[in-house]
């Protein structure tokens, strides 16, 4: 079936560290990628997406690459905040009736000063 | 960007009891909308996708009669725990679309406790 595995968390990093959270998936076909972020007390936010191989989504220093050949969509920022401790999802998409996202379990990152 | 609602935030009921919980689109006009429920620690898992008019389609294992999902109008969708029972205490979590339904908004959730 259609999974996304997330790297188990928490990620705990000081502030302008180098982040990478680890994404893979399975599916068949080719699935639209995305990654949401969750503030605390707040709804799941669209981060990023890239919906065909080799894409690269980028958004507020946050960058992942479809890659096709690893089932893989890293996400990666070269200088975290404080203000980047969150929650982080990542999911699949599939179109054509299928119509849902299918979520890791989420990573949760937390930045100090 | 566009805004979602829920409402309670969170909620505590006693066991066999009914519980409604509030979705709404408030800057847009929501073509579709999902529940999702989230367990501590684990993922959003979708129980059901309903489109404004229409009854809603629930995922497999989700039961129907338990979880009743009205989505009278484009802009509110609500979610009806019936006779609710300690398993059933969870974060559900609401999220609406327009016509692309990929880009889903999503609320910041409702926190459910069965006592």
């Known amino acids: 079936g259609n999974s996304v595995t997330q790297m188990e968390g928490p990620v705990t990093l000081s502030e302008e560290a180098f982040l990478t959270i680890n994404c893979t998936y399975t599916?068949?076909?080719?699935?639209?990628l995305f990654w949401y972020v969750q503030y605390p007390g707040e709804g799941l936010q669209l981060l990023l997406k890239?919906?065909?191989?080799?894409d690269k989504g980028s958004n507020k220093g946050f960058e992942a690459t479809y890659r096709k050949e690893t089932t893989s969509f890293h996400l990666e920022k070269g200088s975290v905040q404080v203000s980047d401790s969150a929650v982080y999802f990542c999911?699949?998409?599939?179109?054509?009736?299928?119509?849902?996202?299918?979520f890791g379990a989420g990573t949760r990152l937390a930045v100090h000063p | 960007g566009a805004v979602v609602s829920q409402h309670p935030s969170w909620v505590i009921c006693k066991s066999g009891t009914s519980v409604k919980i509030e979705c709404r689109s408030l800057?847009?006009?929501?073509?579709?909308m999902f529940w999702y429920r989230q367990f501590p620690k684990q993922s959003l898992m979708l129980m059901a996708t309903?489109?404004?008019?229409?009854?809603?389609?629930?995922e497999q294992g989700v039961e129907k009669d338990k979880f009743l999902i009205n989505h009278a109008s484009l802009t509110l969708s609500t979610l009806t725990v019936t006779s609710a029972h300690p398993e059933d205490s969870s974060f559900y979590i609401c999220?609406?679309?327009?016509?692309?339904?990929?880009?889903?908004?999503f609320g910041p959730g409702t926190r459910l406790t069965v006592t």
């Open positions: 309903s489109n404004e008019g229409s009854k809603a389609t629930y």
């Open positions: 999911a699949l998409w599939f179109s054509g009736g299928y119509n849902k996202l299918i």
């Open positions: 599916a068949t076909g080719y699935p639209s």
């Open positions: 800057d847009f006009q929501a073509t579709t």
């Open positions: 890239a919906t065909k191989a080799d």
């Open positions: 999220s609406a679309s327009g016509q692309a339904t990929y880009e889903q908004y």
